[in-house]
């Protein structure tokens, strides 16, 4: 019993919930032996669904509740009257223990405030942050913020360095990820204080970080750095950027193939070509965006993602849990509290 992790769900959080919430953890169900689910939600419609489901039934247990959080929730409206939710009480049973982590396809304001609140911040974190594997030419990298803290001092950015790190180390398998601040240029004189002073931190920081420097927005798809550091305004920018340019890659490949007798004749040469391409632009492959730096696990699914995307969501609390990703956490911001006691004597 001690190799069982247990993992809550909010069930109806998502577009498209609770279906592809069920179909998700029947997907992800095969690659994760060892995983319950507390399911929380309407015990009315899941019923149903995990009857047609029993894979998942058998590994699930239904907590009753037919409040939700909807996507037009303030955060602030939703933490204090939305206590009996089931996104709210997901994140109870983990702050209970009675889960290792929880994962919710709902409302990311409400999310974010609601687990700040209920689960604190790790010790040494004054804020969390919201972070994304982003996929690059060779491989992929880890960015955040990417929305949580629309603007971030240096001791906040630098918090946001250590977290990225361990991702990158310890559940990326990256021996030795090199870390960069995203700036408006590389040279040092570049960019507002806040950047400029955390640049100096890390950069003479007795953690044992391979601190790169300042990279631009070029380098995310370079894939320069493994860690990518920013303030929450810019990181969101730059990732609906990034998506908005993937989409339009997209239509314009699909409209040049399909828009002429050769583009037709090309397209199916270049199937299996195509369908590569297909793969590795596909967004549900990268769901789940962790919320760093919280005492306990939160992993944010896109709210119109599909089955397949909301079980990439779900590995990723668990890749989260079974790496101790937290506990590592507080051993390097130890180290980094003691390289700023040190260099401050």
């Known amino acids: 019993m001690s190799n069982v992790m247990t993992l809550a769900i909010d069930a109806m959080g998502g577009d498209d919930a609770p279906d592809m919430v069920v179909k998700g953890l029947s997907i992800c169900k095969t690659k994760l032996p060892g995983v319950r689910f507390l399911l929380v939600g309407d015990e009315r419609q899941l019923e149903p669904l995990l009857t047609q489901y029993p894979d998942v039934k058998a590994i699930s247990t239904v907590i009753h509740t037919d409040e939700v959080v909807t996507n037009d929730d303030k955060p602030a409206v939703a933490l204090r009257n939305r206590r009996n939710s089931s996104m ?87 021996a030795k990820p090199k870390v960069g601040i995203l700036n408006i240029g590389e040279e040092d004189l570049k960019g507002n204080d806040s950047v400029k002073q955390a640049h100096a931190i890390l950069r003479n920081t007795k953690l044992n970080i391979d601190f790169y420097g300042f990279v631009e927005g070029d380098d995310i798809g370079l894939g320069t750095v493994d860690v990518i550091v920013t303030d929450g305004f810019t990181g969101n920018v730059a990732l609906k950027t990034i998506e908005g340019t993937a989409q339009l890659l997209g239509f314009f490949l699909k409209d040049a193939l399909t828009g002429s007798f050769l583009g037709k004749l090309g397209a199916t040469i270049a199937k299996p070509a195509l369908m590569n ?25 896109h709210g119109g993602t599909d089955a397949l995307g909301f079980a990439n969501a779900v590995q990723v609390a668990h890749d989260l849990v079974h790496h101790g990703f937290n506990d590592l956490i507080k051993e390097d911001l130890e180290r980094l509290m003691d390289a700023h006691s040190g260099n401050d004597s």
């Open 88 to 174: 709210r009480l997901a994140i109870n049973a983990v702050k209970k223990g009675e889960a290792a982590g929880i994962v919710s396809a709902g409302n990311t304001g409400a999310l974010m405030a609601m687990a700040k609140f209920v689960l604190r911040t790790l010790p040494g974190i004054d804020r969390p942050a919201i972070a994304t594997y982003l996929p690059h030419r060779t491989g992929g990298s880890v960015m955040l913020d990417l929305g949580a803290n629309v603007e971030c001092d240096a001791d906040n950015l630098t918090q946001f360095a250590v977290m990225g790190e361990v991702y990158a180390r310890n559940v990326l398998g990256l």
């Open 277 to 301: 391409f297909k793969k590795k632009m596909d967004p549900r492959r990268y769901n789940g965006a962790m919320f760093l730096g919280l005492n306990g696990i939160c992993v944010k699914s």
